[in-house]
């Protein structure tokens, strides 16, 4: 899963620390939601986070991970958008744009966690295409097909993106 800030570069041109320290402040509180969704935070991008799900094994699993992560995208977004707008009393808020892929990936520990594979890249395709389409939450179909309830999703296209041969759906 791939997190990213919308309109943070131009958010913190305009308003400086007192927006920096808030996405901080955001940053910290949806890594705690990932952990609560039993998904593991690796990499702090910025204006981003990159996590997993799946990582560790969970004895008492209610959802899906697909299901998990999901609702952890859903509570970003509107986590992000409640506190910018809050931020801004009521004027002006940000949104998120997340990219959700299911696949294979690599571990990788050298000064931390990293997660490296087509998987990752993949996600983080789709998180920067959502730009184009003017979506916030983009999934790829083995994504979709782990979700034990994917009645609410729709499918937008078929897609070549950025550094793979094959289209994805």
């Known amino acids: 899963m791939f997190v990213d800030v919308a309109d943070s570069t131009n958010m913190a041109e305009r308003y400086g620390t007192l927006f920096t ?5 955001i940053l ?5 939601r990932i952990l609560l969704h039993q998904g593991c935070p690796i990499k702090n991008l910025g204006d981003g986070l ?8 969970v004895a008492d699993r209610r959802h899906s991970l697909a299901d998990e992560a999901l609702a952890c995208a859903l509570h970003a977004s509107s986590f992000v958008q409640e506190e910018t707008r809050n931020l801004f009393s009521g004027t002006e808020q ?23 594979g087509d998987t990752v ?8 295409i959502n730009k184009v389409y003017g979506t916030r939450t983009m999934m790829d179909e083995a994504f979709v097909g782990r979700m034990k309830d994917n009645n609410n999703t729709r499918e937008l296209d078929t897609i070549r993106v950025k ?6 759906t």
């Open 94 to 116: 940000c949104g998120v744009r997340v990219g959700l892929a299911f696949g294979d990936i690599n571990y990788h520990m050298g000064e931390g966690l990293d997660i490296l």
């Open 21 to 25: 320290d808030k996405l901080r402040e």
């Open 163 to 168: 550094g793979k041969n094959n289209p994805v």
């Open 121 to 128: 890249n993949l996600a983080a395709r789709l998180e920067s």
């Open 50 to 57: 990159l996590a997993a799900f799946g990582i560790w094994p």
């Open 28 to 32: 910290d509180k949806i890594e705690d």
